[in-house]
Structures are given as C-alpha cells and as structure tokens.
C-alpha cells in the first residue's frame, strides 16, 4: 500500500505550531506519508516538505498586505501546481488564514481533493458573508471555539468542535527559581512579562509605547522587572532595536515560565492571550494598528471587544486596551492596578477556569487526524 501524503497549509506562527502536532499524529497513523505545503520551522522539524514559509506571510491587515500580495500570488501558482499535478494529495489540511486558504480550498476542491478547514475564519467578528463560499469548498470545518460549532451548523456546513490545541500544548517546563536564576532575575521583586506579538509590524505598531509604559512603572515601582518573550521566527537584534536602553530581559524558548512567573502580563491581542489565561496570569490585552486598517475594521466588525478571553465568555474579565487607548499613561495605569489589587488578581483566575472550561478536554491533534483519515480510503486516496 502506498503512504498517502496531505496538503498542509498555515499561515501564521501559531497555526504552523498547531499544523506541527497535526502532522505528526497522521504519521502515526499513516506511516511513511508525505506532507507538504506551506509552514514554519514546527512543520519543518515535523517532517513538512515546505513550499514556502511563514516569512513571506505575516501581515496583520489589508493595507500592510499590499506589499506581500506579488510572493502571495506566486506561493498560490506554486502550490496550485503542485495540487493539480498527479499523485494528488489525499486530502488537505487548511489552518485559518482565511484570504488565502478559501482561494486555495476552490482550487483543492476541484481538482478532487477533500478539504479539511482546522481554525476557521472569525466570521462572528466580521464578513459573515464568507460562510456561503466556504460551504462550497470546504468538507469539513473544525472550530476551536465552541460558540462556533453552532453558526456553522445553522448554516448548513459539516463542523465539529474539537476543542483549543492550546490546551494540549500550554505547561511550563522549568521550575520558578530555576527560571529565575537562568535570567539573572530576583525572585523577591516583582515581574512583568511584555508579548508584543510576533509579527515585525506589531512590534512596530505596540513595542515603542509599551517601551514608555515601562520607564512610567519604573517611576513609581523601581523595583519592578521586565521580561519579553522574544516570538519564534522573530530576531532577537530587531527586538532590541526598539528596547534601546529600556531594563528588559530578553526570553528565548521559555515564553509560558515568563507568562507563568510574571505578577501581570502586557499581551498584544491574538492566541498569547488564551496562553496566558492558561497560565494563569492577570493580564492587559493591547493592540494598535495603522490608522487605514482601524478604521476599515471598525465599520466590518460585528463585536463589542477583542481579546479571545474577553468574548468567549461574553464579557470584559480582563482589561482590553486597543488602538488610540493603548496610551503609555493607561498601560502604566492599569499594570499597576493589576500587580497591587489582589482582589482582581483573584476575580481574573476564576474567570480563567471559566474559560478553561470551555475549550475542551484536550487531544486536539488526534481528534483532527482522524478527521482526515476518515476522508480517505484505506489506499490513501480520496473517500470522495
């Protein structure tokens, strides 16, 4: 029998570590089968022939994507190309980014391939109009929210709700004053943890003023320390272009111990803010972005707040900073709060059970792989 092999498709850092674990579960089961497509080093280290990777695609909103669209358009020719060129992949493994991998599932889909839609579009935030196309083009949709499974079963789409992959993969590896001391950190000050996000432009558009925030927490509490997690894929050296003189400690590979030891957490809104409600700690969702695409996002969007932790449970249970309120003056304001109110401290971690609740019980990427393979048939070819 020959090993069938996949298509696998991520466009951000977190969907190439979800694609990661994906990818090796269909391995267990389908040993000695090819994967390709497009990731970033997890899917590399996973065995993924890589078509191109996640540098090429990292934008955080329509303008900023102008200057991709040209190496966008031709990732699409080469992975089109490869598709429709036999042996065809036995069945394909689409994670979120929406504006590419809806175009790619029509191609999929007509070359006789099933298409499997793991983290599915926001459309409860906004274009809900894209559910008509990707029930078209997609065979089944898997949600890792659970308000979702409902939207698209109303809408007449195959879905099942899986459950967060954060769950399966959120854990710190090292003791507290063993991370301690591998950062040269005293375990009897105080400690901030800053996640400006894990895209060159939002470390443009966030990192400058959480810099200002730092020196105004720094004047009223000298005492405080700083660390930041430094994104995978992310230069350490751009990082600290913007760091300048600020007193912050960079993190390398031990992001969740900095979440988890940290009185409060700075988080650029995105996935980091469900790890740090996993982890526990009290946090501030900020976000900014150029002025064009605020204000298109403001007219499309359909909700009230932001940050994931915040609209899972339909209520603001951390404090969400964004745009021309993400100030140095509020950030500094609300860290503050945050570190000495222990009543708030503690209202925020029984929220985050509530939340924990909610994202299932774990075996994430197993549950996906046998998904797929039930789209196939015993030969590794499609089940279409």
């Known amino acids: ?36 497509g497009m990731g970033g080093e997890r899917m590399r280290e ?16 329509p303008f900023e994507a102008i200057g991709h669209f040209g190496g966008l358009f031709q990732l699409f020719r080469r992975l089109t190309a490869r598709i429709e060129t036999p042996p065809h992949p036995a069945a394909a493994i689409l994670i979120d980014f929406p504006d590419f991998n809806m175009r790619l599932a029509s191609r999929i889909r007509a070359a006789g391939v099933p298409v499997v839609y793991y983290i599915s ?29 409902g939207i698209y079963r109303e809408a007449g789409m195959d879905v099942e709700f ?8 959120v854990g710190v590896r090292l003791a507290r004053n063993v991370f301690l001391k591998k950062y040269g950190l005293d375990g009897s000050r105080p400690l901030i943890a800053i996640l400006p996000g894990s895209r060159r432009k939002e470390l443009r558009y966030i990192l400058p003023t959480l810099c200002s925030a730092v020196e105004q927490i720094l004047a009223r509490k000298p005492e405080t320390q700083f660390v930041l997690p430094v994104a995978s894929g ?3 050296q751009f990082v600290r272009k913007f760091l300048a003189a600020s007193p912050v400690t960079l993190v390398a590979g031990d992001t969740y111990e900095a979440i988890r030891y940290a009185r409060v957490a700075i988080v650029a809104s995105g996935t980091a803010t469900l790890e740090t409600a996993l982890l526990g700690t009290p946090q501030i969702i900020v976000y900014r972005i150029g002025r064009a695409t605020w204000w ?43 570190m000495d109110d222990v009543w708030a401290q503690s ?38």
């Open 162 to 169: 899986v459950g967060h992959p954060l769950v399966d993969t």
């Open 46 to 61: 996973a065995g993924v022939e890589l078509l191109s990777d996640l540098s090429r695609t990292a934008v955080v909103g």
């Open 234 to 236: 992310l230069d350490p």
């Open 347 to 384: 209202r925020i971690r029984n929220n985050y059970e509530r939340v924990r609740r909610q994202l299932g019980g774990g075996d994430v990427a197993g549950r996906v792989a046998t998904v797929v393979a039930g789209l196939i048939r015993t030969d590794g070819s499609s089940g279409q």
């Open 296 to 338: 298109l996002g403001k007219l499309m969007l359909r909700v009230r707040m932001f940050g994931l932790v915040n609209i899972i449970l339909g209520e603001e249970i951390v404090p969400e900073l964004f745009q021309d309120q993400m100030t140095p003056e509020n950030v500094t304001r609300e860290a503050l709060r945050l």
């Open 1 to 36: 029998m020959t090993p069938p092999q996949f298509l696998i498709v991520a466009g951000e850092a977190s969907g190439d570590m979800y694609g990661a674990a994906v990818v090796r579960c269909l391995q267990e089961r389908f040993p000695g089968a090819h994967v390709f």
């Open 121 to 149: 579009p926001q459309i409860w935030a906004w274009r809900q109009g894209r559910i008509r196309e990707l029930r078209q083009v997609v065979d089944k949709m898997l949600v890792i929210l659970p308000f979702e499974e």
